[in-house]
């Protein structure tokens, strides 16, 4: 082969590669938004969950999770940073006026924050439902945490360690090979939780710009094709965040447990033991799919189950296996009410007053329900009819045994 022809075949080459380029950058960008917003409860995890799996099965370039939230669930919120944290897709967090709490360790799980003008993230404390601060312990699971994720991002640690703990103080810290002096930051102080404001977490690599929108963001880094496709919630996933409120759950398994109990200790089979099955596989369907129930959980509240079947038909009477049972079924109850995360004897208190309020109002839901169906016309007609036919059964054994 000529020089002439090497030279042509290396320009075709190289034409080749420019067009290539050229076609590739024409091609619009899959965008995917995910919006986080309100409270954290355990229904978004499943909704972060999926929209991942759509845009890795769609080929998405980035996934942009909308966040503007004051916090939630501690469980719901390390569930969304595993799920953020195992993805190869690049991720945004747009900070959408505020990522209070455990919007905080969502947002720096992600590869890049974006805040608008005034927006704030911090003040990421472990409270309980009164809002009182959870002991040591829950501290310093939430303070290990948020450090561990922002140093995989490339955030400060010791800021991530400050937006927890309220005891921790510094005046100088390292950002991109610098080391500031820190005389803005209220948080840096002792006794004081780090809340920045937009302007504070760029100055110190928290956040890594700024947009007013989404596509100020996209803007910004360069992509001006693209394709935005949002990811909602989905009936399934709206259903589970009703089932999967505390009171609601506690509901479920007081009327599913009173059901069941029931129906056990009565002849036949009737509407009590139907209705406690389905509040039981509504409550723990739902806490299995969010993992607050647990395989051991459940198999806890089937071996009371069982027991209270053995003693309801193997052995006459209430005795052990009944007691055994009761007990084993309501502490496997009790189980599906506590996050699978270390948390404060308050959490336990709390869960172990919620669970006795809720069996209190479900009996006497039970009792009222019941007094009102048994004053109904259709409740009486169903009396009357089996008080005839047993009252028919009986004049008809009698007859037979006259003649």
Do not use: H
Not at 65 to 79: K, M, P
Not at 314 to 327: L, N
Not at 335 to 342: G, H, K, Q, S
Not at 372 to 384: H, P
């Amino acid at each position: 082969m000529c020089i002439r022809d090497r030279f042509k075949n290396i320009l075709f080459g190289i034409a080749f590669i420019l067009s290539a380029l050229i076609f590739a950058e024409e091609v619009n960008k899959k965008v995917y938004v995910v919006p986080i917003q309100d409270v954290i409860d355990l229904g978004i995890p499943g909704l972060v969950s999926r929209a991942i799996d759509l845009a890795e099965a769609n080929n998405a370039e980035i996934i942009v999770f909308d966040i503007d939230t004051f916090g939630g669930r501690v469980d719901a919120a390390t569930q969304i940073k595993d799920s953020i944290s195992s993805t190869d897709i690049e991720t945004i967090a747009f900070i959408n006026r505020r990522a209070i709490s455990a919007g905080s360790l969502i947002s720096l799980s992600c590869d890049q924050i974006y805040m608008t003008d005034g927006a704030t993230i911090g003040a990421t404390s472990v409270v309980d439902m009164s809002g009182s601060k959870q002991s040591e312990k829950s501290q310093s699971y939430m303070r290990e945490e948020m450090a561990a994720t922002a140093e995989k991002s490339g955030k400060n640690p010791n800021i991530a360690r400050g937006m927890v703990d309220e005891e921790l103080s510094f005046e100088y810290l390292v950002v991109n090979g610098d080391s500031l002096k820190v005389d803005d930051i209220e948080g840096r102080k002792e006794g004081k939780l780090i809340t920045l404001t937009t302007e504070l977490a760029l100055k110190y690599g928290i956040a890594d710009g700024k947009g007013e929108s989404i596509q100020d963001v996209l803007s910004s880094l360069g992509i001006n094709e693209y394709d935005l496709v949002t990811v909602d919630e989905n009936w399934s996933e709206n259903v589970v965040r009703i089932l999967t409120n505390p009171t609601v759950s506690s509901l479920l398994t007081t009327f599913g447990t009173i059901g069941v109990i029931s129906e056990l200790y009565s002849a036949g089979w009737g509407i009590g033991g139907t209705i406690g099955i389905i509040c039981l596989t509504l409550a723990l369907g739902a806490g299995y799919l969010t993992q607050l129930a647990s395989s051991t959980d459940i198999l806890v509240i089937l071996l009371g189950m069982l027991l209270l079947f053995v003693e309801a038909v193997a052995i006459p009477g209430f005795g052990v296996f009944g007691i055994a049972g009761i007990v084993v079924l309501f502490y496997g109850l009790y189980l599906l009410l506590i996050p699978d995360i270390p948390v404060s004897p308050e959490i336990y208190s709390e869960a172990l007053d919620g669970f006795s309020w809720a069996i209190v109002v479900g009996i006497f839901g039970i009792i009222f329900i019941l007094r009102l169906i048994g004053k109904s016309a259709f409740f009486q007609k169903l009396v009357t009819s089996d008080t005839n036919k047993t009252t028919l059964k009986k004049n008809y054994k009698n007859r037979s045994k006259v003649e």
